[in-house]
């Protein structure tokens, strides 16, 4: 099993929809939490970045954590053709600093 | 203020050449991450770095791969007689504490 897994994709919807992004993980020791977007040759951007437990809330982007169920999420509200990226989540232990990352989901977002 | 510089962005190499990729934290940030990103794969780790110290290498193999974070000058990740295997793009990013990572663009390594 691997220790971080995300819903391959890729991922389609239209202009103005909802998008959730998931990610499942195995390594109870993980505590802080990240989304990055990632354009076509690009580099990752830090979208958000959580510590164990909860939602948080920036813009239209909304990140949840659940570590009774080791899951994460994204939420996407009123998704624009600009949000069409690699979503990819990250996740690490409190006393080691190197990011687990999923292998990323593709979303389009169609006008 | 800048953002994680990397260059080139681009490099070829042909196969048992070497590759130095370069990284220049933002300002302020003492803390160094390479990462590689291989086609449908995602980004895993291979080293993190402090000024002049390794802190974690357990994500470099074992042979040909060797990375620096001097006291003056960016950070290198060296590859030694670079195999096909090799071409991939290596991310850096870099962290004022341990805390959030900002990546850099990216080198784009190409082994021919």
């Known amino acids: 099993q691997k220790e971080v897994e995300q819903d391959p994709g890729p991922l389609s919807v239209p202009e103005g929809a909802i998008v959730s992004l998931n990610c499942t993980y195995s390594n109870s020791a993980f505590q802080y939490f990240m989304w990055y977007r990632q354009y076509s040759r690009k580099g990752p951007e830090l979208l958000m970045y959580?510590?164990?437990?909860g939602n948080k809330e920036d813009g239209r982007f909304t990140a949840q954590v659940d570590k009774s169920s080791k899951y994460i999420s994204l939420f996407i509200r009123d998704s624009q053709p600009s949000d069409s990226a690699t979503y990819l989540c990250?996740?690490?232990?409190?006393?080691?600093?190197?990011?687990?990352f999923g292998k990323g989901i593709t979303l389009s977002v169609r006008p | 203020n800048a953002g994680v510089m990397q260059n080139p962005r681009h490099l070829v190499r042909r196969r048992g050449q070497e590759a130095r990729l370069r990284c220049s934290p933002m300002k302020g940030h003492s803390h160094v991450y390479w990462y590689r990103q291989l086609p449908e794969e995602g980004l895993k780790f291979m080293v993190y770095?402090?000024?002049?110290?390794?802190?974690?290498e357990s994500g470099m193999p074992k042979e040909r791969f060797s990375a620096e974070f001097p006291k003056e000058g960016p950070s290198i990740l060296r590859i030694q007689q670079v195999v096909r295997g090799d071409s991939a793009a290596y991310f850096c990013?870099?962290?004022?504490?341990?805390?959030?990572?900002?990546f850099g663009p990216g080198t784009r390594l190409t082994v021919l």
């Open positions: 770095l402090q000024k002049e110290n390794i802190i974690d």
């Open positions: 959580t510590y164990s437990s």
């Open positions: 990013a870099s962290s004022p504490s341990s805390n959030e990572q900002f």
């Open positions: 990250a996740m690490r232990g409190g006393a080691n600093s190197k990011l687990t």
